[in-house]
């Protein structure tokens, strides 16, 4: 759901504050769902992926940009 978006958008935005999302999609990976998101701040582009029942954070990326 819409609200659900939200609330993950504000579990990778309590870490990364200015993050833009490119991605935010709820996802099917070998049965199990996952919440994927990318985005990116001024200082790297990162992916986290959320368990959608109870808002866990399953994986996490992040590539940073090298000035």
Do not use: H, I
């Amino acid at each position: 759901s819409d609200v659900y978006k939200r609330q993950v958008q504000d579990l990778v935005r309590k870490e990364f504050p200015n993050a833009t999302f490119t991605k935010v999609k709820l996802d099917s990976d070998d049965g199990l769902y996952e919440y994927e998101l990318k985005f990116y701040t001024p200082e790297l582009r990162g992916e986290m992926k959320f368990n959608p029942e109870n808002g866990a954070l399953m994986e996490k990326e992040l590539k940073y940009q090298v000035r």
